[in-house]
């Protein structure tokens, strides 16, 4: 090559040239060709991908009473590189925060570490959740301030302060529903409890996407192909709730400084009128801006108030447990037509009676005077029917008899088939249960007596006892608890295991508790109604207060429940208000205004916040 | 006149064609890459880049129009003064230009501004030309380059203090030309090998062997060294049994190495230098003793290699700045740095492979559109092409341009004159330099050295320019016709 004649050198040049070329069509066929990232890569680059939310669907109660609305709110929002010659003190001066709030969050939205997504070219949240009010003044001097924006969105508003428990509230989605929901990115809000939670997806709608085109700068330069590829938001679907907002209302007034619940359902549809737990809050404590630090307040509150009692508190039932018992023990045997039990009164062994009234006692009186020793009779006589039989087989088999048909009245286990959100199981002591911890022939009738008059083991939620109340209302069958009007739940109707025919007694005991019992005091004159009181003991200060019943007596049309923990008889608080609960249902109002303002302006609990 | 002056005769039709292809293409990817997307303007808006490029266009054909009309002797006579006007021109615009994103190469006059750096390479090759053509002149020892590489030096200064070291290292694109003209090809495969060594060290320079014991970089660099101290004596007869014998030798000495490492620890970089050196001093004895001057050769160019790896290394983590580091580390693939200095690249990485293989359409690039790619109307004008004409598109402008310097060389060979056949190498070479340098950058191949693309780039300064550059060449071709007056 070096001696060549040096015309040859021309293709010694031409070769290195050519191979030049050769190299850079290969390099593009490997980048245009084989390469598929690139292609990706220009998408990310260029499409900015604007989610367009739909309106969430609104809340209504049974009377299509507005409860839940959207309110627009607005983001600040900023991109970084755009801001330039900010007048700091001026914009938070606009924005009414701080020098040190400002300076804090800037700080937070350039940590990567705290704000994975940062970029200076795309859009940072500033602020979220802002009232219109909070950004007027920031919106007039918005030109001031280069690089910032204001960003719609819409945030929940109440009608009403009642009903936070039902109704649940919206918050940002959590990294677990991110993972599991492909629906959701990051910063969407999804509802987080109650109904909102429950109904999510048809209140969220479907969301649409408008696809605009970003120049390098982050500036949006027009949209892409004039929206052709756009997709249009679903708005989310209403609600409308088996919920009286009135009743509800009336509900917690009555609970007010109290700390308990109260549930009423409508024993045809198996509708929840109303599900008070008090301590409560106003929903709208959980909105916008100051969700947080409300959110931190409630969590830190010792009543409790973010739990909702009605569904997942569990109490011992006492004596509102009877007239369920009454029913099982009729169809088991230990309680025949003409059954009768001796009671010595507070002398009565193994248990005490509490009253002292007549003996021997019949099934009407015992309901009437709460006798404790006539169902622990009952009790034993239903479970020992047969002995106890090789290995305590036989009466284990009663035994198993009673737990189902109590479990029958919706007791003792979560309401599955229901869009009641958060519910505690409560429980019915299973066999297993008792041979693990008594050993499998260590235990007997005598062991277990306190089941026998709502004590021990059996744990009710105010909500199962409701039901059970509906349930003996419609004479031997439920439908579940719910909260959605638009669905019937007819196919969700559970039979009871007692026969009918044992129902009409039991409920004639229920409606002496209000003609002559421990509920006369509340009767009200035109509506025949059946009730049944329980005190209960326990191990944290007073007696709970516990009341269920149902009216009218015939076609009736509410059953309830309402607990007043650590307040003393169940006479004396829950009665009052179950009856006043049901007045106020009944008649659409309450008449009684001054022992309306009595019971609602006394506390049981000097540590609830009145409201 | 008769039809051998006549330039519509004698002028290379078949290279008109070709630029005005490029020319065109051209024009077309600057409307496409300064489309705005709520623009509606035509092509000839004025108030566009690509309504000014067709004013430049207009005004470079005319200007080529006014080279074909003079006589082709003007070229030969005043090359030199072309040459001086041009160093003048470059030393006035150190002092007069503004700065203009760090640079200070623009002459602005009103509304006009221009590089003189543009006209510098033209006057270079005119006056590289009329030197290598007196006669009796060849490039037979380095003493006939001497005057050459001042020749080339004077320019290449002179833009090097205007900041433009693109520009400056386009005139490394003569040694071409000169390798063409004579000199020896060994100085070419010198600088072959040198790019070679140096990304050998510094790629694997951060690699290190076993416990810090030495780099893979300097490591690999020495055992290509080392293989071409075997190959070379052994491609020549008479020491084909010693090459073996020493490539037996290194295996060995690697295989004892890492056997001896197992006890105590061995420094690789040292055990490669040592083999190495004890080959090259081996081969220099014997080349002496046998009057063997290729051995000889051999063992300088690995002494020499061996110097050159050890300055690299240093230079290149104690001399070189941090971020002229990063830009090579960049090109490199030792650093992945997509917002940084790789940002460009990246972006037109993008560009390009986002077109497929039929592109995009015609102002459909996003890429483009949107300013991701920075310079897409001048530096990166390759891009427009490869997004939205994609792959068939972006390979069909490479194979012109191919075609061109085929061409321009054909033209070359067929001169009688050596002062046209040089100048034809000249513009061969210029254009072929532009073209590695500015798509290789475009492609991430090459690093990131601001060069336009020859009748591509926006810009009046670049096409005039290279339409000079070109049309003086056209018209020297067109007078190896005419009738000598
Ligand atoms: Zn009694």
């Known amino acids: 090559m070096i001696n060549d004649r040096l015309e040859n050198r021309r293709w010694v040049i031409s070769a290195l040239i050519t191979v030049v070329v050769l190299v850079y069509i290969f390099r593009l066929f490997n980048l245009q060709i084989i390469e598929t990232r690139y292609k990706q890569g220009a998408e990310s680059n260029a499409f900015l991908r604007k989610t367009i939310f739909p309106p969430r669907g609104l809340i209504y109660d049974r009377n299509s009473k507005l409860l839940v609305y959207n309110k627009p709110a ?37 940590d990567r570490k705290k704000n994975l997504g940062y970029s ?12 219109i009010e909070d950004v007027a003044a920031f919106q007039e001097n918005l030109y001031k301030f280069p690089g910032f924006y204001i960003q719609n969105r819409t945030l929940r508003e109440y009608t009403y302060p009642h009903g936070a428990h039902i109704l649940g509230s919206i918050g940002e989605v959590s990294r677990r529903k991110l993972e599991s929901d492909p629906y959701y990115k990051q910063g969407d809000y999804a509802g987080r409890d109650g109904v909102e939670f429950t109904y999510e997806s048809a209140l969220r709608g479907v969301k649409g996407v408008e696809i605009l085109l970003r120049d390098s700068k982050g500036r949006i330069q027009g949209r892409y192909r004039d929206g052709e590829a756009d997709e249009a938001p679903k708005a989310g679907t209403d609600l409308y709730l088996t919920l009286d907002i009135e ?101 009565s062994s193994p248990i005490k009676c509490s009253h002292s009234h007549g003996s021997p006692v019949g099934i009407l009186n015992a309901i009437e005077q709460s006798c404790n020793p006539y169902f622990w009779s009952a009790f034993r006589a239903a479970i020992e029917k047969e002995g106890y039989g090789e290995k305590n087989l036989k009466f284990k088999s009663h035994y198993q008899e009673w737990v189902d048909a109590i479990k029958s009245f919706g007791i003792g286990r979560k309401f599955e088939d229901s869009d009641v959100f958060e519910q505690s199981s409560g429980n019915v002591p299973s066999q297993k249960y008792y041979n693990r911890y008594y050993g499998e022939t ?46 019937t739940m007819q196919l969700r109707k559970h039979e009871t295991l007692v026969d009918s025919a044992y129902f009409p007694i039991v409920i004639e005991g229920m409606w002496r508790v209000f003609e002559f019992g421990t509920g006369r005091r509340y009767k009200l004159p035109d509506i025949s109604m ?38 003393g008889f169940g006479a004396t608080w829950a009665a009052p208000i179950a009856s006043m609960m049901l007045e106020q249902y009944l008649k659409g109002k309450i008449e009684r205004v001054e022992l309306f303002n009595q019971i609602a302006t006394s506390t049981t609990n000097p540590d609830v916040k009145t409201r | 006149m008769s039809k051998r002056d006549n330039i519509q005769y004698t002028l290379d039709w078949t290279t008109v064609v070709y630029y005005l292809l490029l020319v065109v293409m051209g024009w077309i990817s600057i409307y496409g890459a300064s489309y705005e997307l709520d623009y509606e303007g035509s092509m000839l808006s004025f108030d566009q880049r690509a309504g000014k490029q067709f004013v430049w266009i207009i005004t470079a054909l005319a200007l080529g129009g006014v080279v074909l009309l003079l006589d082709h002797r003007i070229f030969n006579y005043f090359a030199y003064v072309f040459y001086g006007v041009a160093i003048v021109l470059l030393i006035v615009t150190i002092f007069v230009a503004p700065d203009i994103k760090g640079s200070r190469s623009w002459i602005v006059i009103g509304p006009v501004s221009f590089q003189p750096a543009e006209l510098a390479k033209m006057a270079t090759a005119l006056a590289l030309a ?53 000199m020896k090809g060994i100085v070419l495969l010198l600088g072959a090998l040198a790019i070679v060594l140096f990304i050998v060290v510094i ?45 037996g030798l290194s295996v060995l000495v690697i295989v004892a190495s890492v056997i001896i490492n197992k006890w105590y620890p061995v420094d690789y970089n040292y055990v490669a230098i040592g083999t190495s050196l004890v080959t090259a001093i081996y081969w220099a004895f014997t080349g002496i003793l046998r009057r063997y001057p290729k051995l000889i050769a051999v063992a300088f160019i ?8 050890y300055a690299s290394d240093m230079i290149f983590n104690h001399v070189l700045e941090p971020h002229h580091q990063i830009r090579i580390k960049v090109l490199l693939n030792m650093e992945d740095d997509p917002t940084g200095a790789g940002y460009n690249v990246n972006q037109s990485k993008i560009a390009i492979g986002s077109g497929g293989l039929w592109g995009k359409g015609f102002l459909n690039g996003t890429q483009t559109k949107l300013k991701y790619v920075p310079e897409q109307d001048t530096d990166f004008i390759f891009c427009t092409v490869g997004e939205e004409h994609g792959f068939w598109g972006s390979a069909l402008v490479l194979i012109i341009y191919w075609l061109l310097l085929m061409r321009i060389m054909k033209i070359g060979e067929r001169q009688k004159e050596s002062f046209h056949r040089v100048y034809a190498y000249s513009v061969a070479s210029i254009l072929f330099f532009h073209l590695m340098i500015n798509v290789g950058m475009v492609l991430g191949i090459m690093p990131v050295i601001g060069i336009p693309l020859p009748f591509f780039s926006y810009g009046g300064s670049s096409l005039w320019g290279f339409t000079l550059l070109l049309f003086i060449l056209l018209r020297l071709d067109a007078s190896r016709l005419e009738r000598s007056r």
């Open chain 1, 530 to 567: 059946c009730g049944k009181t329980g005190t209960v003991e326990n191990n944290r200060g007073k007696d709970h207060s516990l009341f269920v019943g149902f009216a009218p007596r015939e076609n009736p049309k509410i059953a309830i429940a309402v607990v007043v923990e650590n307040a």
């Open chain 1, 120 to 131: 200076s070219y795309t859009p940072q949240v500033f602020m979220t959740q802002l009232n």
């Open chain 2, 203 to 247: 790629r694997f320079s951060i690699e290190t062997i076993g416990n810090e014991q030495g780099s893979w970089g300097v490591v690999g660099a020495i055992a290509i060294i080392q293989l071409i101290q075997i190959i070379v004596p052994f491609s020549s007869h008479p020491h084909k049994k010693e090459s073996l014998i020493f490539l």
């Open chain 1, 442 to 487: 260590g235990w007997r009738a005598m062991t277990i007596r306190s089941l026998s008059i709502g004590q021990g083991e059996v744990l009710v939620t105010p909500l199962q006892l409701a039901n059970s109340m509906a349930a003996i209302a419609n004479k031997g069958y439920y439908i579940t608890p719910h909260l959605n009007a638009n669905d």
């Open chain 1, 74 to 110: 607005y983001d600040v929002a900023l991109i970084m590189r755009e801001i330039h010659d900010l007048d700091t003190l001026d914009f938070c001066k606009a924005l009414n925060i701080s020098k040190e709030f400002f300076d804090n969050r800037m700080l937070e939205i350039k």
């Open chain 2, 302 to 309: 690995s002494i020499g290699s061996l110097v050159f790896i």
């Open chain 1, 247 to 347: 009743l509800q209302k009336i509900g917690e007034q009555l609970m007010n400084g109290k700390i308990g619940s109260a549930v009423a359902i409508e024993p045809s549809t198996g509708e929840i009128l109303a599900m008070v737990s008090n301590p409560a809050f106003d929903p709208s404590l959980l909105v916008g801006r100051q969700r947080s630090a409300n959110y931190a307040a409630l969590v830190k509150d010792p009543t409790k108030p973010l739990m909702n009692r009605a569904t997942q508190a569990q109490y011992s039932p006492g004596s509102t447990f009877k007239p369920i018992q009454a029913l099982v023990l009729q169809q088991m045997g230990g309680i025949k037509e003409h059954t009768l039990y001796s009671c010595n009164g507070p002398a």
């Open chain 2, 130 to 182: 009329k030197f290598m053509s007196q006669y009796n002149y060849r490039i037979k020892a380095w003493k006939d380059m001497l005057p050459l590489a001042i020749i080339i030096f004077i320019p290449f200064v002179l833009i090097l203090l205007q900041k433009e070291t693109g520009s400056a290292l386009v005139f490394m694109a003569f040694l071409l030309m000169f390798y063409r003209e004579g």
